[in-house]
């Protein structure tokens, strides 16, 4: 597990939540990771990157339906889920959890990252 | 897209990477210039100058890895405002060969084309000839396997 100093206790909030298998600030421009605290076996820059990349076309889907820009989005896997806050900063805020995960928590915290990294 | 390879083992991967990255434009060669395969090029004298650039980036870029003391940059990455340019190396059972990419920012990201990247050379090395071919390169040959190479790559 890495994250870059200063981000990392905005990741450590998203990350004691029981079930958040990782988090990772992730810059949504170039689907790079900037920060991350991962479980082994998660492949960090390949979430950032096909994280990214869905970001982008979900909000440019959500200009075109007028419905303004993205503000969580929850992808639910039959073994875990995906979810996204995206930032001020064009970063994105990103957690990797169990299917069972408390969504309402994890999506508090990710919110208050949100905030905290600007 | 067009894609077209003098050496069709780099067809099939140069194809999926196009396709899983999303890319615009995809060269490979070697780091001398000599051009394996092309994505989505429509002239000829685009190829060969980009295969040229490119060749000559990676030379000067390892000339300075050398003179720092580094091994060799593995990949190097220009953003421009609408576009981004990736160039990388890695090596095949064929030899050292030489990708140079370009992606479209709003339909890509770096982070895919070096996600997809590392994909794009491990289908490379698995499909790539074990050996590379010995060959002397006479000032004679060069211009015919020039015009052949490029008469291939944009099928005349």
Redesign the interface.
Known sequence: MTATTGYGRALDLITRVRGVRGAML??G????VVAEQLMEGIRG??V???A??LA?RLRRAMDVAGVGGPMFWHLQGDQGALLVVPAASAMLVVAVTDADVNVGLVRLELLRAAEAVG | MTARAVESWTLEPMNVFVHEAQVRLVLLMTPAGQVLAQSGFSRAVDVMSAAALGAAIMASTAEIAKQLRQPPFAALNH?GERHGIFLGGFTTGRGPVVALVVYD??V?????V??FFEQFAEELRAASPKAPVPKQVLAADFERELTDSLNTLFGR
């Open positions: 992730v810059a421009d170039d689907g790079l820059s390949a950032a990157a096909l990214a990349s982008n | 953003q920012l709003d890509s990201s770096l982070g895919l070096q996600l």
